[in-house]
């Protein structure tokens, strides 16, 4: 069965660059939902969105956006990036209402800024 | 938003040993959902709990629902070197989304 997909797997980026971050749901999902994991952290809801619009938002920073496509897929974009944001970032998707029966996550980015 | 806090926080036994984590909180659980997470990989959807008391078995795993819903265990029978991970469980909450918030969870270490 299709998984949720992310890409790239692994980043590295410097200080005050720039990092985007992609996401492709399981078919037919319409939700996606973003979640950031620091080294030895729970996972940390950042943004989803619902059909193409943002559903709810968690403890993403402003330097951080992300918006979803006709597609279904999302995409995070991290500007400014700081040595914190080091960290693993997951999507995960579900149909809506139907994500607090539990959701597929994807294999993650690992972002590290040097 | 509720704290979610899970036991032991670490966990180390020798391969054939049972084992048990818990979840607990303050408030009622609307569901409640368990994860096992590799390291470097995405967190796995094991069950999803929902009715107090229910209990619901995947091979040697068997998760309850406290009757309150306001804690549930995950207890593993004979645990193998591939149980090793981190065990979270997390709370659908924000409505229809359904966004989760996590537990600090539950690192285990099964030795051969």
């Known amino acids: 069965a299709a998984g949720v997909i992310q890409s790239p797997r692994h980043l590295i980026k410097e200080k005050r660059e720039t990092a985007t971050l992609k996401c492709y749901p399981i078919?037919?999902?319409?939700?996606v939902y973003w979640y950031q994991q620091g080294p030895g952290q729970d996972p940390q809801f950042l943004i989803s969105?619902?059909?193409?619009?943002?559903?709810d938002k968690g403890s993403i920073p402003d330097r951080f956006s992300a918006q979803q496509f006709s597609d279904y897929h999302s995409e995070l974009n991290m500007s400014s990036l700081e040595l914190g944001d080091s960290a693993l970032y997951f999507c995960?998707?579900?149909?809506?209402?139907?994500?607090?029966?539990?959701?597929?996550f994807g294999s993650g980015t690992r972002l590290t800024v040097v | 938003t509720q704290l979610l806090e899970q036991s032991p926080q670490f966990l180390s036994i020798q391969e054939g040993e049972n084992l048990t984590v818990y979840c607990n909180s303050s408030?009622?659980?609307?569901?409640l959902q368990w994860y096992r997470q590799e390291p470097g990989e995405g967190p796995v959807l094991l069950v999803t709990?929902?009715?107090?008391?229910e209990v619901k078995k995947l091979k040697r795993l068997t998760f309850q629902f406290g009757d309150a819903r306001k804690d549930s265990s995950l207890h593993i029978t004979a645990a193998q070197p591939g149980d090793t991970g981190l065990y979270l469980c997390a709370e659908g909450y924000g409505g229809s989304q359904g966004n989760l918030i996590f537990g600090k969870g539950t690192k285990l270490s099964v030795k051969p």
């Open positions: 709990v929902v009715t107090g008391g």
């Open positions: 995960a998707s579900s149909l809506v209402g139907q994500g607090i029966y539990g959701y597929t």
């Open positions: 969105f619902y059909e193409k619009m943002q559903s």
């Open positions: 078919p037919r999902h319409d939700t």
């Open positions: 408030s009622v659980f609307s569901s």
